[in-house]
C-alpha cells in the first residue's frame, strides 16, 4: 500500500469537494482494514460474491460502492449493503434493483453508466438510451431507487485530449440529462491513470485502486 500518494489524494480530493472511492477489488480486508483506520469510509468493489465476504468482515459504517458489472440475478446480494451502485446499463437491472430495495423499505443509490470510451468492450449506455431510460424510469414512478448521476469510463489511452473529450462528453451529458426536478448530481468519472483529467474536467467522484494498493495481479 502507498500510504503516502493516499494522503496526497485525500488532500487533492478534499481541495476540490470530489469523494473518492478506494477501489479494493482483489485486496485483502486487512488492506482495506489499515486504510478504514486512516478515516477512509468509501471502498469500491466490483466482484459480487468478494464484496459480500468482505462486507461481513469489515465494520459496518463503510460504504461500499458496487462498480462493477452488475447481473440482474444478483442484484439481490448487494441491495441494502451498497451505498452506489456504479454501473446501471439497462432499464431491466434498474427495475430489478427496485423491486429489491421496495422489498427491504429502501431507497437504493445508483448512477447510469455511459459509454464513453472508444473500445467496444466497455459496458454503458450511449445517449439515447440513457435518455429512454429515464423516461422509462419516470413513467413508472420507480420510488425505491434513485438516480444520482452518471459513471463512465474513459479510453485506455495515453491520448489526454482523447480522455478529457470523453469527460467532457460525459459532463454534457449530466447538464443535458437532467431537469428541475431531477439532479443528476454525482458524476464518477477518473481512476489512477486519468483522475487527475476528470477532476479538472468536473467529476465530483473517483475510483482510484492501484495507486493507492499498489498493482493487482492479472486475473
Ligand atoms: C478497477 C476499477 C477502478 C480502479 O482502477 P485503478 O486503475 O486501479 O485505479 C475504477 N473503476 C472501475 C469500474 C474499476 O473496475
Avoid at 481541495?15 to 468509501?42: F, W
Avoid at 469489515?58 to 462493477?68: A, M, N, Y
Avoid at 468492450?121 to 429515464?134: H, Q, R, Y
Avoid at 413508472?140 to 479510453?155: D, F, Y
Wanted: contains cysteine; charged residues 25%.
Amino acid at each position: 500500500m502507498n500510504i503516502e500518494a493516499y494522503n496526497k489524494l485525500v488532500q487533492e480530493c478534499k481541495q476540490h469537494h470530489v469523494t473518492l472511492v478506494a477501489v479494493s477489488k482483489t485486496k485483502p480486508v486487512e488492506d482495506i482494514l489499515a486504510l478504514y483506520n486512516l478515516g477512509q469510509r468509501d471502498f469500491g468493489e466490483n466482484y459480487v460474491q468478494e464484496f459480500v465476504e468482505k462486507q461481513q468482515q469489515l465494520p459496518k459504517d463503510i460504504r461500499w460502492h458496487f462498480i462493477g458489472h452488475l447481473q440482474t440475478n444478483k442484484v439481490k446480494q448487494v441491495v441494502g449493503i451498497t451505498e452506489l451502485i456504479h454501473g446501471v446499463d439497462s432499464f431491466k437491472l434498474l427495475k430489478e434493483i427496485n423491486k429489491q430495495s421496495a422489498k427491504i423499505n429502501i431507497t437504493t443509490n445508483c448512477l447510469l453508466q455511459i459509454h464513453i470510451a472508444q473500445e467496444e468492450t466497455k459496458f454503458g449506455l450511449d445517449e439515447e438510451e440513457a435518455n429512454a431510460l429515464m423516461l422509462e424510469f419516470e413513467n413508472l414512478k420507480m420510488k425505491n431507487v434513485n438516480i444520482a448521476g452518471l459513471m463512465g469510463m474513459a479510453s485506455f489511452t495515453n491520448d489526454e485530449n482523447q480522455i478529457r473529450k470523453e469527460f467532457q462528453y460525459l459532463k454534457s451529458l449530466q447538464a443535458k440529462l437532467s431537469t428541475a426536478n431531477r439532479q443528476l448530481s454525482t458524476l464518477s468519472m477518473g481512476m489512477t491513470a486519468d483522475y487527475t483529467i476528470a477532476i479538472e474536467e468536473g467529476s465530483t467522484m473517483i475510483r482510484v485502486g492501484s495507486l493507492i494498493f499498489g498493482e493487482r495481479k492479472a486475473s
